[in-house]
C-alpha cells in the first residue's frame, strides 16, 4: 500500500473512531446494551474505505475536512447497520465480523435489530445538523441522496436480490446490477457527497460517477476473489460462503483470471476517468488501485 494512502487510512479510521466514541457515549439508564451493541459495530475494525472516499472527494474542492468527517460519519452509520441486519440469521446467518463475534452473536437479536436500525437513524440525524454544512439546502440534497443510495434503489435492493441468488440462477448482467445497487451506490454516494459539499453541480459530477461505478465493480470482484482464494484471519470474515450458498459471483461467472482481468481494466477505466484533475486527484487514483491489491 501506498505510504499516503495508508496515512490517509489511518487518519481517517481514527477520526471516525474518535467520532463514535463522543456519539455513542453509553447511557446510565436501560439503554446501555444498546449503545454497548452500537459501539461494538462501529468502532475499531474496517478499512473505513467510504469515509475515505468523501474526504478524497472532497478535498479535491477544498471542503473543510470536518464537513467531510461529518458526512463520512453519516455513510458510515448505514454501512455498519447494514452489515449487523446482513449477519443475522434471516439473511446471512454469520457469527464473525472484522475479526470479531457479530452483533447478534456478542448480544441477541433483538439487540442486533435495535442497533442496526439505531445506527440508521443517526446517518440522518448526521447530515441534518448545522455542524454538516452551514447551507440547509447542501443538508437536504445530502439527506435525500444518501437516503436514495440506502433504499430499494440502492442498498437494500441489492440485498433483496442477493437473497433471491440463493434460489435463482443470475447471469453476468443481473449479477453486475446486484452489485452496483449493494456495493456500488453508497460508493457512489461517497464521490457524489463530496461534490455536493463543494457546491458542483450535478452536471460537473460526471467523472466522478464514472469513477465511482468502475471502482465499486472493481471493489466487489475483488471481494469476490478474496471469498475464493483469502484468508479468514485476514479478511476477518468467513469465506468460501458465496460458493457454499450457490451464489453467482464475477468468479463463478467469469472464472479466477478473467474476473482479476477485468477488476484491473475497471480501476484503470476509473483512474482515466480522474484526467482532467492533478495532483490533488492522487489520493482517489490510489485508493483505485488498493481496491484491487487488498487482501482483506
Do not use: W
Amino acid at each position: 500500500m501506498e505510504l499516503g494512502l495508508k496515512a490517509a487510512m489511518n487518519q481517517v479510521a481514527e477520526d471516525v473512531d474518535r467520532a463514535f466514541d463522543r456519539l455513542l457515549a453509553i447511557p446510565a439508564d436501560p439503554r446501555r446494551s444498546l449503545y454497548e451493541a452500537m459501539r461494538h459495530a462501529a468502532i475499531g475494525g474496517g478499512k473505513r474505505l467510504r469515509p475515505l472516499l468523501v474526504r478524497a472527494s472532497a478535498d479535491l474542492f477544498k471542503v473543510d475536512p470536518a464537513c467531510s468527517l461529518r458526512v463520512g460519519l453519516a455513510i458510515e452509520c448505514v454501512h455498519v447497520y447494514s452489515l449487523i441486519h446482513d449477519d443475522m440469521p434471516c439473511m446471512d446467518d454469520d457469527d464473525m465480523r472484522r475479526g470479531r463475534p457479530t452483533v447478534h452473536r456478542a448480544f441477541d437479536e433483538a439487540t442486533a435489530v435495535l442497533a442496526g436500525d439505531s445506527l440508521h437513524a443517526l446517518a440522518f440525524e448526521v447530515l441534518a445538523e448545522p455542524e454538516t454544512h452551514a447551507d440547509p439546502f447542501i443538508r437536504a440534497e445530502l439527506v435525500s441522496e444518501l437516503a436514495r443510495a440506502s433504499g430499494p434503489a440502492g442498498m437494500a435492493g441489492g440485498q433483496m436480490m442477493d437473497l433471491v441468488a440463493e434460489t435463482e440462477t443470475f447471469d453476468l448482467p443481473t449479477v453486475t446490477k446486484l452489485q452496483q445497487l449493494k456495493t456500488g451506490a453508497l460508493i457512489s454516494f461517497c464521490l457524489e457527497a463530496g461534490a455536493i459539499l463543494g457546491h458542483v453541480p450535478p452536471e460537473g459530477r460526471r467523472p466522478l460517477r464514472g469513477y465511482a461505478r468502475d471502482i465499486g465493480l472493481a471493489f466487489q470482484i475483488a471481494d469476490d476473489l478474496l471469498d475464493v482464494e483469502g484468508q479468514e484471519e485476514l479478511t476477518g470474515k468467513a469465506v468460501g460462503k458465496d460458493a457454499n450458498a450457490g451464489k453467482a459471483t464475477f468468479v463463478s461467472l467469469l472464472g479466477i483470471d478473467r474476473a482479476r482481468s477485468q477488476a484491473r481494466m475497471l480501476v484503470d477505466q476509473a483512474i482515466g476517468h480522474l484526467a482532467s484533475f492533478g495532483a490533488e486527484a492522487d489520493l482517489l487514483r490510489a485508493i483505485a488501485r488498493y481496491v484491487v491489491e487488498r487482501d482483506r
